[in-house]
């Protein structure tokens, strides 16, 4: 199986994680785990195929849902094994979206050619199903918290779009858009990396703009 099948397989499967781990953390039933771990798992992959008005890859290769649904039953007799499942799924969405801008950034560039949708899909891939998550299971939104989130995704979309166009082997780019995009995000999960924040000025009163 080709590199970029089997991150796809991987990143719909960490994701999928995640959500299982959120629906055991509002304690669901069976149903609300394989639920919240579809919606996570295939979530930023249909929407890419849908902007790229390609087949939806769940509905092209029902195995996606059916790995969503064994991990989702997975984690249902597991998670209570975990000391802290927040922090675990802050860790499997950096895996997730570290394998997963990467599938998205190497699909936009096969059906495109651009950089830009590449990269673009790379970032939307990776960050929609989780946003969907926490949304549905009424978590602090990743996009929220302080950590570089977002960026990680880009960075390693950038990563691999770059040196797929320079003509790099296959193999060497994704690694590589991976690995980067890996450190991007654990290290700002584990020293808090962030950017500077914006800061509301004072009002001005309505004379000084008179």
């Known amino acids: 199986m080709p590199i970029i099948d089997l991150l796809d397989y991987a990143g719909v499967a960490v994701f999928a994680a995640t959500g299982a781990l959120a629906a055991s953390r509002k304690q669901l039933d069976i149903i609300g785990f394989i639920f919240l771990a579809a919606v996570t798992g295939i979530g930023g ?3 890419r195929d849908l902007i790229l008005d390609v087949p939806v890859l769940w509905v092209a290769d029902p195995a996606y849902i059916l790995v969503c649904a064994l991990v989702a039953v997975t984690v249902f ?3 209570h ?3 802290s499942r927040y922090k675990l799924l802050l860790w499997l969405d950096a895996v997730g979206l570290a394998a997963y801008c990467v599938m998205g950034a190497a699909k936009g560039y096969a059906v495109t050619g651009s950089v ?3 990269i673009v899909m790379g970032v939307l891939t990776s960050t929609f199903g989780g ?3 926490d949304m549905l299971a009424g978590e602090p939104s990743v996009l929220m918290r ?4 977002v960026t990680a995704a880009l960075s390693g979309a950038a990563t691999y779009t770059f040196l797929a166009e320079a003509g790099l082997p296959v193999i060497v780019a994704t690694l590589s858009g991976v690995i980067v995009a890996f450190i991007v995000r654990g290290g700002a999960l584990k020293n808090g990396w962030t950017f500077k924040p914006y800061r509301a000025r004072p009002g001005r009163k309505p004379e000084d703009i008179m």
Request: charged share 15%.
């Open 45 to 47: 992959g249909t929407l």
């Open 77 to 79: 007799f597991t998670a």
């Open 81 to 83: 094994l975990f000391e």
């Open 116 to 118: 830009t949708v590449a």
């Open 131 to 133: 946003i969907l998550r």
């Open 146 to 149: 302080p950590e570089i989130y």
